[in-house]
């Protein structure tokens, strides 16, 4: 791969890397896979010393992500200068300061991985699309859950198929690689405060 084929971003945003969700037996599948593509990702990004933004689910009471509990913890630590941001709402952006965050930066690209890929990921990719930003996604860098049966004899849709379906959903106005090895950091060139 050529220094050409790899996409830049000026911010990492990690959705919901929480360890109910990547760790133990309730973990996505392929977890131990997800763990190593969002783990280098996020050494590139500090590398680049470009903004690395965690988004934590509030999972209500008794969920595997309610504040406070194990589950609920983040899987990476974020480290000195590294945001952390709250939501209750699939989309990160809502009723939180992440757009800010990433405007008080410069930022105009984001490499977004984590998970759900249908859920959380996708609203969070979708409305930072929406806000302008040009959203950078690899295929390896987010996971789901299987989807059980449905209604009128559906099948259950395997996890990988239903990530997926996640990333077609998202259009062409997303950049989709195959691996995070095709995403690289570099500063904003302006940072407005």
Not at 41 to 59: H, S
Not at 159 to 168: T, V
Request: negative net charge.
């Amino acid at each position: 791969m050529s220094e050409n084929d790899v996409k830049l971003a000026e911010a990492l945003v990690i959705v919901d890397v929480q360890r109910a969700f990547i760790s133990g037996a309730d973990a996505v599948p392929d977890h131990l896979s997800l763990q190593r593509a969002v783990g280098r990702l996020l050494e590139r990004a500090r590398e680049k010393t470009v903004p690395v933004i965690f988004v934590q689910n509030d999972g209500d009471k008794g969920a595997p992500d309610e504040p406070g509990t194990d589950g609920w913890q983040l899987f990476f630590d974020a480290g000195a200068g590294e945001t952390v941001i709250r939501k209750s709402a699939d989309d990160g952006f809502h009723d939180t300061d992440l757009e800010a965050r990433l405007r008080g930066h410069g930022v105009g690209t984001i490499a977004i991985c984590g998970m759900l890929s249908e859920m959380c990921l996708a609203a969070t990719a979708r409305r930072a699309m929406d806000l302008g930003f040009e959203v950078i996604l690899a295929h390896d860098a987010h996971a789901t859950y299987d989807v059980p049966p449905g209604p009128g004899g559906s099948e259950r849709v395997p996890a990988h198929m239903a990530a997926r379906a996640a990333e077609w959903s998202l259009g062409d106005e997303i950049v989709l690689v195959g691996t995070v090895d095709e995403i690289g950091f570099e500063p904003a060139l302006i940072e407005v405060r």
